[in-house]
């Protein structure tokens, strides 16, 4: 959960979570579409796919393998995420380089060439200090020691180097660079997508959603029926013939969402019906927050959803 999201986001999801899930076997057992309940609103949805592939791999093997390279052929765990359990979980004496690892590695050697360029530089570097005495002794005091370094000393601005154990060490301090690295490259400008959605309801209260499919962005999480998401706007015209069924659509609003690589534009469409005669499943609209429903598509049901009828 922490990979892309904050502590103060994660901890009550984290809480909820284990409540839901308390052992790894209710969590391999477990639906999908219950983990991707669970997990909605925390974003990068593949990371709850692949932790519920990874309890049902460890499950099948009986146990976590102990070494990086084992635990690097579960599903969802790359580089570092195998270091970080290997060195805090089994004592294993590797370094796990992350954000903040990596800003006390580029100052430390003064490492000037920009991120994400200098990512195997700075992971040798890394490795480099793990071939300390005091890192192989105690590698999850080591990996914990440096996290907190990076998070709480050597910070992304205002360093506060007369506090670090390295500041005699430090090549960046010296040459008075400290603050300037890791030097980042220039980011692109994230394109524009745009697609168009439906808030179809009936009058029980139910809404009409759909599932979209398991590979891809938000694989397997619910959605509003709804148009690709393409360059270039849609025109209602254009965008009304392919709505879930023939209705009275009234336009709803509009919903910005930034993915990480695009921004998107959602125009929202809505309409009341008798009955639903359109693919898809019918969700009582009072029970949506225990659906698997994305951020894009939660902004969209608020939206929506401020402007139902009463019954």
């Not at 360093?159 to 090549?171: G, K, N």
């Not at 938000?218 to 209602?236: F, S």
């Not at 013939?241 to 695009?262: C, I, K």
């Not at 894009?296 to 049901?301: D, H, P, S």
Request: proline share 8%; net charge neutral.
């Amino acid at each position: 959960m922490l990979q892309q999201t904050t502590v103060a986001v994660t901890v009550p999801y984290y809480e909820r979570f284990l409540t839901r899930f308390p052992t790894l076997q209710a969590l391999a057992e477990a639906p999908m579409e219950d983990v991707l309940a669970a997990w909605a609103g925390l974003g990068y949805y593949a990371r709850a796919r692949n932790l519920h592939a990874c309890a049902r791999a460890v499950i099948a093997a009986g146990g976590f393998p102990q070494d990086t390279t084992g635990l690097r052929r579960l599903p969802g765990i790359g580089d570092y995420t195998a270091a970080a359990i290997g060195a805090i979980a089994f004592g294993v004496p590797v370094v796990p380089v992350d954000g903040n690892v990596e800003r006390v590695v580029a100052r430390l050697f003064a490492v000037g060439e920009e991120l994400p360029k200098s990512k195997p530089m700075l992971r040798q570097l890394a490795a480099q200090l793990g071939d300390e005495q005091a890192a192989h002794a105690r590698p999850s005091d080591f990996a914990q020691a440096l996290f907190d370094l990076g998070a709480t000393v050597c910070t992304p601005t205002r360093p506060t180097c007369a506090l670090c154990p390295w500041m005699a060490d430090c090549a960046g301090r010296r040459a008075g660079t400290a603050e300037q690295l890791p030097r980042q490259a220039a980011k692109r400008v994230r394109p524009l997508r745009h697609g168009v959605h439906f808030w179809l309801t009936d009058h029980d209260g139910y809404v009409l959603l759909r599932r979209r499919p398991r590979e891809g962005l938000l694989g397997g999480m619910t959605e509003l029926p709804g148009t690709e998401w393409r360059d270039t706007p849609w025109a209602a015209e254009e965008a009304l013939p392919l709505a879930p069924m023939p209705a009275d659509w009234r336009p709803a609003g509009q919903v910005r969402h930034g993915f990480t690589h695009f921004e998107l534009t959602i125009d929202l469409f809505a309409a009341r019906v008798a009955q639903f005669e359109a693919a898809g499943f019918a969700h009582p609209i009072i029970g949506l927050a225990d659906e698997a429903l994305p951020s894009v598509m939660r902004k969209c049901v608020r939206m929506a959803a401020a402007l139902q009828p009463a019954s």
